[in-house]
């Protein structure tokens, strides 16, 4: 579905991802683990169209995605819901939800039936949806970016660290969620430092370090491993 | 003494006509600037020669084709958003990546552009354009020019439809999504330089038409548009740069002030009361009165 | 030595940093890790002077510099990096470096309209001092090149290098080895060792765990704004605590 | 210290010696009074380059302040009967202790906040000016301002006695403001343009720091002023307008916002580039805004920022060079090759 061929990054003179290759298969639920700075959330925004690439391709479902602008990122059924959320935040929180729609704001219809499927999964928003999104709690900012993310209707998912700065419970039903959202046929890519929590759900796990991928295998494969453990506590 | 009573209550009235007339006019300019800031996070010192540029479309199309008084609005409207859209395009666009001292000189370099196109085309003399509604209203003993009840009426008009524009269309809310968090906007497929286009046509035109209406009570000079734009600006910051509200609200404070400044302190110096007040308050406040300034 | 005791710092109505007790022990390394979000650079910000704290005291040497600026805190000898430094790009990487100790200096704008000897003494004592700090962090062949032509890590240095010409007491440094590949990595390590050596009390924010763990002798770790734990590096890998907060074993109440 | 003369100094040297000769060369005295009020634009510009190009604070009240300065000899020497020179030195003072008292406002403004606070700033100035007739006799204008007296066997009253005395006054004026900006003090305010956290985490103040850039931009204003006073002898309101500000700052920014020499080459070549394009007189915005335009996205270091790029580039290539001769180090990979 979704293919990162010998991907490089640079940020200047810093090269961020470094001959990065992976994969995500339709329908699977990838997890990128990694410590803070590795290159997890480069990987998002070189696939998303925020930052040119240096070397290698993208593709999606067979289409390059080179130099395909953020917006026809979207278009073409890739939504990156980003790290730190990125919402409206003087926005109330139906407006954010519904913005996520954007490229499919013709079909009203649909875009009625996304919002209410969005209040039925959280029904914390329903209740604070006429709130700005900047007055709520992490997790509820959480919920509307993950929302306004699946307004956009993604074939694949990127959800970069989704439990950051959230209190267990709420990380927790965040983690329902995106199983949830996997299971419905929603391929899904997600960074995370939680690693057991992320390893919970996924259908295939990387490691990366220092911009490039330095282990990959199934769940419980990585779960004991050394390295795994290793990339957060440095023993 | 009735009488006297009587006389103040009508200048009394007479003073808040005419601040809200100027306040409208004030708050129209501020509009398109604050929405500008918004997208583009400098100030555009060019703003103000689109509204000179607006009041000289119109002229023109009166005094030289014989345009009625609406098709000049429309026109000069769409000439000042033209040249919005082009100052967008061809200047800021490309600074982006550029210092913000940059595009603050930029702006300046237009704005000085503007200004001397429109006194090489027209001169440096003084114009006129003729009101469309020349009558006086008298209505319970009050008169009122119905000029002025034109601006405020279409100034309300305006900006009723603005904030409907903004707060129920996708494409309002595109700008605004995108002055709140450019990133994220791009991220749901908000295409970034049409939002840029869109919002700088929309403050050209607003200050057009705020031009053209203001016009017949003021005269038109290249120079029109300085004191116009600077106190625009004092409102921006007092009302919040970036807001929508703050720039009406802003608007019709500074109007009122004026009014009643010029009243009953001095003609002479009601240019400078929105300038003390800014000082003021700054002084004692400078993150501004809404807190949005230092960041 | 530098001490922050029930450090607290609300913004609005968001509590960023709650009740923080540390200690810096001198001549020591010391870091502050947690998870994105956690508040590393407001404790920071919060130490230096950048911001004012809420509650709590920040003491230096046992004295109370709670609330002193920035500017303040950097002449009493504490100095910090930031994870960006902007260089003053068409200068040399030495001329740069002759402002890092302009605090130690007093000349005025009238001895410098006069030229008078004190200044000229002074601008000789800051090139010294710039050319010291170029050889402790191992600059010295590229002084003369121009700021904007060096690699990141040789910012890095620079940055480091910046600091040390405050003659600081202590140093905090932000992502020190943020965005250098690792083979770098280990030759900043290696100057962070040299600056402890040389006297300077280092703390430092960072996420390449594996490098504070080998370089550190003393870890604060920080989740959601609050100090969940302190120790040695040993102690801290084993804090269960510790390995939640980074790993989830049982936070997220996860099937193993 | 070193035996040869730096490029700065060899530069100033010949612009310094052809501007002495230059009415020698010329004695047409049209084309001094250009010059001359070349120099009064070069040494106003010279304090606004200070403020905005090496503290990064775009001080848009600058003509404001060049206002005061004029008018403070205007009004001291018509109205009071004060003599020149003692007005001429006090314009200075004057618009410096008036650049404090707006500094100490307005400084605490950040960025755009700042240029847009003393844009209004100006524009009080200016209304100040217009609207205050008993002062300064508003929109009529002072007018029968004495040209400066001679000192000594010096004269100043002929074009050519004013040629050399704005000269002189701009030497000085470039003097010390390459004693300012080569000292410690200057490298401040660099520091200050660069990034305020980082300045002030090395222990600067930035608040005093700009404050003293604003100060002594505004005293160069005021000398500037009072030269123009009493070149001109007649003032009006309208040298206090923000598109004289606009001037200056092109001078600085065709030039070299923050390069010593770059305020004077603007100035004297635009000036030049006015008088070449007499017929637009009015207009010459019409052209000078595009090329404003052009050269803030094309070619923003300006005239002398190019050419000290380019030295600057050659010296560190040269020292370079003479390191790798004096102490090569075996199996030292070039640095840099990474880009």
């Not at chain 2, 240019?271 to 993150?287: C, E, K, N, Y």
Request: include cysteine; charged fraction near 15%.
């Amino acid at each position: 579905m979704l293919t990162l061929d010998e991907v490089c990054l640079d940020y200047g003179a810093f090269r961020a991802l470094d001959r990065l290759s992976l994969a995500a298969a339709e329908g699977a639920l990838v997890v990128l683990l990694g410590a803070n700075g590795a290159g997890k959330s480069s990987i998002f925004r070189a696939v998303s169209g925020l930052h040119r690439l240096a070397a290698g391709r993208i593709s999606l479902g067979g289409r390059d995605l080179a130099g395909v602008s953020p917006a026809g990122v979207v278009r073409a059924g890739l939504v990156h819901c980003p790290e730190g959320r990125m919402l409206f935040p003087a926005m109330t929180v139906e407006k954010n939800v519904r913005l996520g729609a954007y490229v499919h704001r013709r079909d009203r219809a649909g875009v009625k039936r996304g919002l209410d499927e969005v209040m039925a999964m959280f029904p914390v928003l329903a209740e604070k949806r006429h709130q700005p999104a900047g007055s709520l709690s992490g997790g509820q900012q959480q919920m509307v970016a993950l929302g306004r993310a699946l307004m956009g209707r993604p074939k694949v998912l990127l959800l970069d660290e989704p439990s950051l700065g959230l209190a267990p419970l709420v990380v927790r039903q965040m983690f329902d969620a995106v199983a949830a959202v996997n299971r419905r046929g929603t391929t899904v890519l997600l960074a995370e430092q939680n690693a057991h929590a992320a390893l919970g759900i996924a259908s295939h796990a990387y490691v990366v370090e220092g911009g490039r991928i330095v282990l990959d295998g199934p769940p419980d494969a990585l779960r004991n491993d050394d390295r795994v453990r290793r990339a957060y506590l440095g023993g | 003494m009735r009488a006297a009573a009587r006389g103040r209550d009508v200048l009394f009235f007479q003073q808040v006509l005419n601040g809200l007339t100027i306040g409208c006019v004030y708050a129209l300019v501020a509009l398109g600037l604050t929405l500008v800031y918004g997208i583009l996070r400098i100030p555009n010192f060019a703003h103000g020669a689109l509204y000179t540029v607006g009041a000289y479309a119109a002229f023109a199309l009166i005094g030289r084709l014989g345009a009625n008084f609406w098709l000049a609005l429309a026109g000069a409207a769409a000439v000042s958003a033209g040249l919005a859209v082009l100052s967008e395009r061809l200047v800021f666009a490309r600074l982006r990546a550029a210092p913000p001292l940059h595009d603050m000189i930029a702006a300046i370099a237009l704005l000085l552009f503007f200004e001397a196109g429109v006194q090489a085309v027209f001169g440096a003399g003084f114009f006129r354009i003729a009101p469309l509604f020349p009558q006086i209203l008298r209505f319970a003993g009050l008169t009122a020019p119905a000029q002025r009840i034109l601006i405020v009426g279409a100034a309300f008009a305006l900006m009723a439809g603005l904030h409907l524009f903004l707060d129920r269309t996708w494409t309002g809310a595109t700008i605004v999504a995108s002055a709140q968090n450019r990133t994220g906007a791009a991220l749901v497929g908000i295409d970034a330089d049409r939002v840029s286009m869109l919002t700088f046509a929309i403050s050209g035109a607003l200050a057009a038409v705020a031009a053209v209406l203001f016009a017949p009570i003021a005269l038109l000079s290249p120079a029109m548009g300085e004191l116009v734009i600077t106190k625009a600006f004092v409102i921006i910051i007092l009302g919040g740069m970036g807001s929508v509200a703050g720039a009406i609200a802003g608007g019709l404070v500074i109007g009122f002030a004026e009014s009643f400044g010029a009243f009953y302190v001095s003609t002479d110096f009601k240019d400078i009361i929105a300038f003390g007040l800014l000082t003021l308050i700054l002084s004692v406040r400078p993150q501004g009165l809404f807190g949005r300034i230092a960041r | 030595m530098l001490e922050v005791r029930g450090l607290t710092k609300r913004f609005g109505g968001l509590v960023a940093m709650r009740g923080v007790d540390a200690a810096f022990p001198p001549g020591k390394i010391s870091a502050v890790i947690g998870p994105n979000g956690a508040g590393k650079t407001t404790f920071f910000n919060l130490v230096s002077g950048t911001y004012a704290p809420t509650a709590g005291r920040v003491l230096l040497g046992g004295r109370d510099v709670t609330g002193l600026r920035a500017d303040a805190m950097a002449r009493l000898g504490v100095a910090r990096t930031f994870q960006a430094t902007a260089l003053f790009d068409g200068a040399s990487v030495r001329d740069n470096l002759i402002i890092g100790h302009r605090l130690r200096t007093r000349a005025t704008l009238w001895d410098a309209l006069v030229g008078s000897r004190r200044l000229a003494a002074e601008e000789r004592a800051c090139r010294d001092k710039a050319e010291a700090v170029l050889d402790l962090v191992g600059l010295s062949r590229i002084g003369h090149r121009l700021a904007g032509g060096i690699t990141q890590e040789e910012r890095k240095r620079v940055a480091f290098a910046l600091a040390l010409a405050t003659e600081p007491r202590i140093l905090l440094a932000d992502e020190p080895a943020g965005g250098v590949n690792p083979g770098e990595t280990a030759g900043l390590a290696e100057l962070m060792r040299r600056i402890v050596a040389s006297g300077v009390t280092l703390c430092l924010i960072e996420h390449k765990m594996d490098m504070v763990m080998r370089l550190a002798d003393h870890v604060v770790v920080l989740d959601h704004g609050e100090r969940i734990a302190a120790g040695t590096p040993a102690e801290i890998r084993a804090d269960p605590r510790v390995i939640e907060s980074y790993l989830g074993v049982d936070a997220a109440g996860m099937p193993p | 210290m070193s035996a040869r003369p730096s490029p700065f100094a060899l530069a100033s040297f010949a612009l310094l010696a052809s501007a002495a000769l230059f009415p020698v060369l010329t004695p047409n005295p049209y084309y001094l009074g250009v010059m001359a009020l070349a120099f009064v634009g070069a040494l106003s510009a010279l304090g606004l380059n200070l403020v905005a190009g090496y503290a990064g604070q775009l001080n848009l009240a600058h003509a404001g302040f060049v206002a005061i300065g004029a008018y403070t000899v205007g009004i001291l020497t018509v109205d009071h009967g004060v003599p020149f020179w003692i007005a001429f030195a006090l314009a200075g003072v004057v618009s410096a202790a008036a650049g404090a008292a707006v500094g100490l406002v307005s400084l605490r403004l950040r960025g755009d906040t700042f240029a847009i606070f003393t844009l209004c700033v100006g524009f009080i100035l200016y209304l100040g000016i217009e609207k205050w007739d008993g002062l300064t006799r508003g929109v009529v204008g002072l007018m029968d301002i004495p040209a400066p007296p001679g000192i000594g066997p010096v004269s100043f009253a002929t074009d050519r006695g004013q040629y050399y005395l704005a000269l002189g006054v701009l030497a000085v004026g470039v003097w010390l403001m390459r004693r300012i900006t080569a000292s410690l003090v200057g490298r401040s305010f660099l520091a200050i343009r660069n990034g305020e956290a980082l300045a002030q985490a090395l222990g600067l103040n930035p608040m005093r720091t700009k404050l003293t850039a604003f100060v002594i931009s505004t005293f160069y204003a005021g000398i500037a002023g009072a030269l123009y006073a009493g070149q001109v002898r007649f003032l009006g309101p309208d040298i206090a307008r923000e598109t004289r500000t606009f001037d200056a700052l092109i001078f600085a920014v065709v030039g070299g916002m923050g390069t010593l020499l770059g305020p004077v080459v603007g100035a004297v070549g635009m000036s030049w580039a006015i008088q070449a394009l007499q017929g637009l007189q009015d207009y010459r915005m019409v052209v000078f805004g595009p090329l404003l335009v052009l050269c803030i996205m094309f070619f923003p270091a300006g005239i002398v920022g190019a050419l000290e790029a380019r030295f600057a580039r050659r010296r560190a290539a040269l020292a370079e060079k003479r390191l790798a001769e004096a102490a090569p180090v075996p199996g030292a990979a070039p640095r840099g090759s990474h880009a």
